[in-house]
């Protein structure tokens, strides 16, 4: 998941005041905004489940911070993002491995890793700007300016 961290808050908290009756909710609406261009231009760069459920979400603790990332069902995707090193499988409680339409007596296999395909990364770094000017917009929205 990708954290996008809003700095000058308090100038913008300052500024909210009086115009907005719940501080929270412009915040995150306006992060939202930002959040939802990062969000579909990482849905871009990835397929299947991973693009189709491509969530942004406000995370507990703090009401200025906005993840952008696969939903908890797609638990994998940090392995597509990452990619993996060679590692040993070892079967569990079974005499047999399943591994796709192969089954093979129960034994430590080797996998050969896989190469990083990164989504998250390069659609902010792509984007940033994007939402950051969306953003921006939206605070001027907000603030009727």
Known sequence: MVTVKLEGGDNIIKALEGKQGDLKAAIEAILMVGAE??????????????????????????????GIGPSKRQWYAKFREF??????????RTKALQVGLETFRASVRNHPGTAAQPFLRPALDENGGDAQAAMGNEVKRVLDL
């Open 37 to 66: 261009i990062i969000r579909q231009a990482a849905a871009s760069r990835t397929k299947g489940k991973i693009a189709a459920n491509m969530t942004k979400e406000r995370l507990p603790g703090s009401p200025i911070t906005v």
């Open 83 to 92: 990619g993996t090193k060679a590692h040993s499988v070892k079967p569990r």
